[in-house]
C-alpha cells in the first residue's frame, strides 16, 4: 500500500508527504447511551493520522457525565464522517443539539443540498482566547498540541495563570515524564479573564470561564459547568487543540479525567494529577492502580497467556513461564502450539476503601479485614488531606502506631503514603484505624483512601524497580487484571514521575500517529545553479535540542529516479547538478530504544520531489 501511495504522488503532484496525501475528517459525538439521542456532534477536518484504515478509525468511550458516550471518528473521506454522524444522530437537518462545523460542503455535490445547519447551533462565537506559546517545537499541524485554558483567573491574575501553567507544563516534560517526547508536543496558554478569582464549592459554580467547582468543600474531584464553552474554545483552535486542559485557580489537589482534564496548580498534586490524567488520554490506557473500574491498553493484561500480554517484549525473564510446559513433557511429537502461561508475581489484596470521609475526634475511624497469613509482607497504602501535621492523627494496625508523618510542606493539601512492614500479617481478623487527635481540624481533615496489600517473598515476588513482569491488580470488584512493573508507572503511583517501558512504547505510538517524522523537504535551486533538497527533521536523536540520555538514532535514504543514492546516507541537505530532470525520494527511519515492535511502521516517514524544470 505504501509502494501504492507513492506511485500515485510521483505521477500526480510535484511535492508530498507521502505518509497521507490529505487531511482526514473528523467526527465527534456525544450522546446519551441509553435514548442514543446526541447532544453535541463536531465535524472539521484534521491532521494526519497515520495508518488510517480504509474504513476510518473509531474510537468510543463513556465521558464523566452518567450515561454519555463520546464517539470520535476519523476517516479519509468526508462522505464518510457526515454518513456516520447521520447514522448516529439521525438526519442533519433534525439535529436540534450544539454542533459544531467547520464542513461548507455537503455530502453530496448537488449545490441546492448545501448543507444548512441551524444557525443557532452552527457556530457560536468562542470565548476570545490569548493564546501564547510555552513550550513549542514545530508547527500544529504535525504536533500534538496541550492547552491550557484559564478558569478563576481574572483579568489581573493573566500573569500567575501564565506561570502556573508554565511551571506544570516544564515539571512534565522538562526532565522526566514526557521529556523524550518533548520535541513531538506544543504547549500553549490559553487565557480568558473570568470575572471572579478561584473555583467554586458546594456544588456552585462561580462566575468564571468554564464554571469549574468542588462538590463540598473536602479536596477530591474538580467538575465543570459549562462544557460547551470548553468544546467550542478548543474547536476555535483547530489544529491547535488536540488536548484541553481546564486549569482551576486554586492551590489545593482536584482534578478530574475524562473529555476534559481538569486541573489545578497545586505545588504538590498539579503535576501529578495532570501527567496521570494525560496518560488516560494520549496513550488511551486505563488505571494501575488498585480500585478503579477500567483496565485496558498497553498496561494492562486480563489472561496470564503470554500472547495475551501486551509487554511479552517487555519481559525481564521471559523464560519464567511456561509452568504449562512440564504437563506436556510426554508430547515430543506433538507440534501444536501450547500457549505459554507468563509469570505472576504473588501478592493480594485483602483491604481497599475509597473512604473520602471527613474525620472528627469524637469517634476514629475504623474497619477491619482479613488476612490469608501466608504473605511475607504487607503495605498500608492510604491518602490523606486537611493534616500538615503529625501529631494531628494516629494511624495504627492492630493497636500499633504506624509513626505516620505528612509530607513536608504539605500543608492542607492531599498525599499519599505508603508503610510497608516486613513480617508476615498473621491469618485472621485485622484492624486498621485513623484518629483525629487535634479537634480543630474538624471539617478540614480527610481519609481519602486506605489499601492494604500484602506479598510473597523474594522469590514469589520481586518488588525492584525496572523489573517487567505480570504483576496483579485489583479492581473496586476485587477482580484481578494484571499490570508490567510493580510500582514503576505514574498510572499506578502518581508520585513516580515517569512511565512504564509499555507505556513509554505506547506513547511513542499514540504520538507519532498523528505527527510525521519529517516536517518539510524544502527543494530549490542554489544561487550556483545546483538543485538542492533539505530536509527538515522532528527534532529528535542528534537534532535534539538537548540530549535526553536515551539511545536513539536517525537512519535517512535518498533516492534518485528509484535508485538509491549512497552518498548521500544519512544527510538532511543534499545537492544535485541543477539540469537534472526527475524524482527524488527520500525516506526516514527512527529508532529509540523506547520502542521495541513498531507493527504499524510508525518510526518510519517518506517524502517525493518530482522536479520538471531546470535549475537555470
Ligand atoms: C527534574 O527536575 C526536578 C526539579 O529540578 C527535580 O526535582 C527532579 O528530581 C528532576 N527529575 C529527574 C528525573 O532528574
Ligand atoms: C487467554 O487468551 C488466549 C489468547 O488470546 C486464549 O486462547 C485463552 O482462551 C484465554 N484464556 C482465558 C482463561 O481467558
Ligand atoms: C527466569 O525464570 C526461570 C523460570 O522461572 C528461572 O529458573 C530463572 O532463574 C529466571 N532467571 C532470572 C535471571 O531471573
Ligand atoms: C480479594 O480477593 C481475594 C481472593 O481472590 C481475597 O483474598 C481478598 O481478601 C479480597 N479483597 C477484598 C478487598 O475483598
Ligand atoms: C465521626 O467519625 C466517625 C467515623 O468516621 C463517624 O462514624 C461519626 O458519625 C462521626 N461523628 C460525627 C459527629 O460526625
Ligand atoms: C473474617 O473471617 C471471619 C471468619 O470467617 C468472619 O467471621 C469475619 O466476618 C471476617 N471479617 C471480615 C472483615 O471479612
Ligand atoms: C524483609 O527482610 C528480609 C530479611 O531482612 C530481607 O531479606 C527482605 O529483602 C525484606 N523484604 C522487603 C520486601 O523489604
Ligand atoms: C491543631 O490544629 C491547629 C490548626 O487547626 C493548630 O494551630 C494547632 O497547633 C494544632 N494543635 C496541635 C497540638 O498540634
Ligand atoms: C546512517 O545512520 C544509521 C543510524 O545511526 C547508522 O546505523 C548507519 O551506519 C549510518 N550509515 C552511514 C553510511 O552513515
Known amino acids: 500500500m505504501r509502494g501504492a501511495n507513492l506511485l500515485w504522488i510521483l505521477l500526480n503532484v510535484v511535492l508530498v508527504l507521502a505518509d497521507d496525501v490529505r487531511r482526514p475528517y473528523e467526527l465527534i459525538v456525544l450522546r446519551d447511551t441509553d435514548t442514543l439521542k446526541c447532544t453535541h456532534v463536531a465535524l472539521r477536518d484534521t491532521q494526519l493520522f497515520r495508518a488510517l484504515p480504509d474504513e476510518g478509525h473509531t474510537t468510543s468511550k463513556f465521558t464523566e457525565t452518567p450515561g454519555q458516550e463520546r464517539i470520535s471518528f476519523i476517516a479519509r473521506e468526508e462522505e464518510r464522517v457526515w454518513a456516520r454522524a447521520e447514522a448516529l444522530c439521525g438526519d442533519r437537518h433534525t439535529w436540534d443539539f450544539h454542533t459544531l462545523t467547520l464542513l461548507q460542503s455537503a455530502s453530496n455535490s448537488n449545490e441546492a443540498e448545501q448543507i444548512v445547519l441551524r444557525p443557532t447551533y452552527v457556530w457560536e462565537d468562542p470565548l476570545p482566547l490569548e493564546v501564547e506559546p510555552l513550550i513549542t517545537s514545530g508547527e500544529s499541524d504535525n504536533r500534538v498540541d496541550l492547552v491550557f485554558f484559564a478558569d478563576g483567573y481574572t483579568f489581573e491574575e493573566k500573569g500567575k495563570f501564565i506561570e502556573d501553567a508554565f511551571r506544570l507544563a516544564e515539571d512534565i516534560s522538562g526532565n522526566q515524564t514526557f521529556y523524550t517526547v518533548k520535541p513531538l508536543l506544543n504547549f500553549w496558554a490559553a487565557f480568558t479573564p473570568s470575572k471572579e478569582s478561584g473555583i467554586g464549592s458546594g456544588g456552585k459554580p462561580k462566575d468564571t470561564a468554564f464554571g469549574l467547582y ?4 473536602e479536596l477530591r474531584g474538580v467538575y465543570y459547568s459549562k462544557p460547551e464553552v470548553a468544546r467550542t474554545a478548543c474547536f476555535s483552535l483547530g489544529d491547535q487543540c488536540d488536548y484541553p486542559i481546564l486549569m482551576g485557580n486554586d492551590p489545593l489537589y482536584g482534578g478530574l479525567g475524562g473529555e476534559f482534564r481538569v486541573i489545578t496548580p497545586s ?14 488520554s494520549i496513550i488511551r490506557v486505563g488505571e ?3 480500585g478503579g473500574f477500567a483496565y485496558f491498553g498497553v498496561n ?5 497467556t503470554l500472547d495475551a500480554v501486551p509487554w511479552s517484549h517487555w519481559l525481564t525473564n521471559s523464560s519464567a513461564s511456561a509452568s504449562t510446559a512440564h504437563t506436556h513433557v510426554h508430547d515430543h511429537d506433538d507440534h501444536t502450539h501450547v500457549p505459554k502461561a507468563a509469570r505472576v508475581e504473588r501478592s493480594v489484596m485483602p483491604l481497599q476503601d475509597y473512604a473520602w470521609t471527613m474525620l472528627n475526634a469524637s469517634a476514629p475511624w475504623s474497619t477491619t ?16 488531606s486537611g493534616l500538615p501535621n503529625a501529631p494531628d492523627l494516629l494511624v495504627e494496625l ?3 502506631d504506624l509513626g505516620w508523618v505528612p509530607r513536608e510542606d504539605i500543608g492542607v493539601d492531599r498525599w499519599h503514603y505508603d508503610i510497608k512492614v516486613n513480617k508476615t500479617l498473621k491469618g485472621g481478623e485485622h484492624e486498621v484505624v485513623f484518629t483525629l487527635k487535634n479537634k480543630t481540624r474538624e471539617g478540614e481533615a480527610q481519609l481519602c483512601s486506605v489499601e492494604i496489600l500484602e506479598f510473597g517473598d523474594e522469590s514469589e515476588f520481586v518488588s525492584t524497580p525496572g523489573h517487567y513482569s505480570l504483576y496483579p491488580t485489583f479492581s473496586e470488584k476485587n477482580e484481578t487484571s494484571y499490570r508490567p512493573t510493580n510500582e514503576d508507572c ?7 514521575p515517569n512511565f512504564c517501558k509499555a507505556c513509554t512504547e505506547g506513547l511513542w505510538y499514540a504520538l507519532l500517529r498523528r505527527v510525521t517524522l519529517i516536517d518539510d523537504l524544502a527543494v530549490g535551486c542554489s544561487p550556483a545553479g545546483e538543485r538542492t533538497l533539505d530536509l527538515n527533521l522532528v527534532p529528535l536523536a542528534h537534532l535534539r535540542e538537548w540530549p535526553v540520555g536515551v539511545e536513539e538514532s536517525y537512519e535517512v535514504t535518498w533516492a534518485r529516479d528509484g535508485i538509491e543514492v549512497p552518498e548521500w546516507k544519512n544527510q538532511t541537505s543534499v545537492a544535485d547538478e541543477g539540469g537534472a530532470l526527475g524524482s527524488y525520494a527520500v ?6 530504544e523506547e520502542v521495541r515492535v513498531d507493527p504499524d511502521g510508525l518510526l518510519e516517514s517518506e517524502a517525493a520531489y518530482v522536479a520538471t524544470t531546470r535549475c537555470a
Open 267 to 280: 505545588l504538590a498534586n498539579g503535576p501529578l494529577v495532570l501527567r496521570h490524567e494525560l496518560g488516560h
Open 490 to 496: 505514574l498510572m499506578r503511583i502518581v508520585t513516580t
Open 369 to 384: 479485614f482479613n488476612s490469608s497469613g501466608t504473605y511475607a509482607w504487607h503495605l498500608v497504602r492510604f491518602s490523606l
Open 398 to 400: 492492630d493497636g500499633k
Open 300 to 304: 494492562a493484561a486480563h489472561n496470564t
Open 587 to 592: 525516506k526516514v527511519k527512527y529508532w529509540t
Open 288 to 290: 494501575e492502580y488498585d
Open 214 to 217: 468542588r462538590d463540598g468543600t
